[in-house]
């Protein structure tokens, strides 16, 4: 999900409700959605992103499934190339497109038979899911030729993580519940093969345990809390006001060793992008000609 809109406001916004759920009005509520998803989506990172992953989606199909659909930005770009997208959310997305049908779901449980669609796209989605494994079958069991998935690369979760005032729970940023590094997807993925992979953006923020211990004591005062809700309780997150003394030290130093850490460290790339395909003898020997990205790496000295 984006930096910018949380997965709850989307969610008000797809269900049609009167108000969001700061109470803000629904016309306001969703020019305000739409505001900040157009400015997520034409900043260039973004695009540089978008433009990567689409260059990794086989042509020569005609069934995708866009898992986790949010707004439809991708599916929308899908229909380009398919004749049949299938736009599925935890609530049913609102895209008005002739080769879009938009679909209620939950990617740990999918309500489609097996190999139901030629391709499977799954990006900023699997760092939202607490259960996983599970998501990954299910995507592997839907799936025919290939699946593309887009998740942060070695995101440190620690960074920018907030206290909900309700609860007193801590909490990601953005709701991103998983980090991820080659290994861990080649793990996820198992039963299917790597063919593709590709590293987008940059990303220069780390922090340690001892500065992520002080930010928490100090209540995590630098946090990602607009639009956000709590995964924990569900309430809107409400940024701190004012800290005593002894939690504005704590919150001072946590930011120096974090930034000591970040100067340390050698940047990474922000995104890691990759194509899986079923194992050879699940599927038909295709000719090499046909296979969607050429002789598979497997072939490749």
């Keep these: 999900m984006s930096a910018s809109l949380s ?8 269900r049609g409700n009167y108000t969001d759920l700061n109470g803000m009005p629904l016309k306001s509520a969703s020019e305000n959605i739409e505001r900040k998803l157009g400015e997520y989506h034409s900043s260039p990172d973004e695009l540089a992103r978008t433009a990567d992953l689409m260059q990794l989606v086989p042509s020569g199909y005609s069934t995708v499934l866009d898992a986790g659909a949010r ?3 991708y ?11 299938t736009a599925l959310d935890l609530h049913k997305p609102s895209i008005v497109h002739d080769r879009v049908h938009c679909v209620e779901g939950d990617i740990t449980s999918l309500n489609f038979a097996d190999r139901s669609f030629d391709v499977v796209l799954c990006s900023e989605v699997l760092e939202h899911v607490p259960k996983l494994d599970r998501a990954c079958e299910e995507l592997m069991r839907v799936a025919r030729h290939a699946i593309i998935v887009g998740v942060p690369y070695r995101q440190d979760i620690r960074i920018g993580r907030t206290t909900c005032r309700l609860c007193g729970k801590i909490a990601p940023p953005w709701g991103h519940v998983n980090s991820f ?7 996820l993925f198992r039963q299917w093969r790597p063919v593709k992979q590709s590293l987008v953006g940059e990303d220069k923020e780390r922090t340690n345990a001892v500065a992520a211990w002080l930010m928490d004591v100090a ?6 809390y607009d639009d956000q809700t709590c995964i924990h309780c569900g309430s809107a997150l409400v940024s ?20 000591l850490s970040s100067r340390l460290t050698r940047p990474h790339a922000n995104w890691i992008h990759v194509v899986f395909e079923p194992p050879i ?17 497997d072939s490749v000295d």
């Design 71 to 73: 707004d439809g930005y």
């Design 7 to 14: 997965a709850a406001a989307l969610t008000a916004y797809n």
């Design 219 to 224: 209540g995590n005062p630098f946090g990602i």
């Design 240 to 259: 701190h006001g004012p800290l005593s003394l002894p939690l504005r030290v704590c919150a001072a130093t946590a930011l120096r060793l974090a930034q």
């Design 75 to 85: 599916s929308k770009l899908l229909a380009n190339k398919f004749a049949h997208v």
């Design 181 to 187: 590094e080659h290994g861990k997807l080649e793990r």
């Design 281 to 297: 003898e699940k599927c038909r020997p295709p000719s090499e000609e046909n296979r969607p990205f050429g002789p598979s790496l």
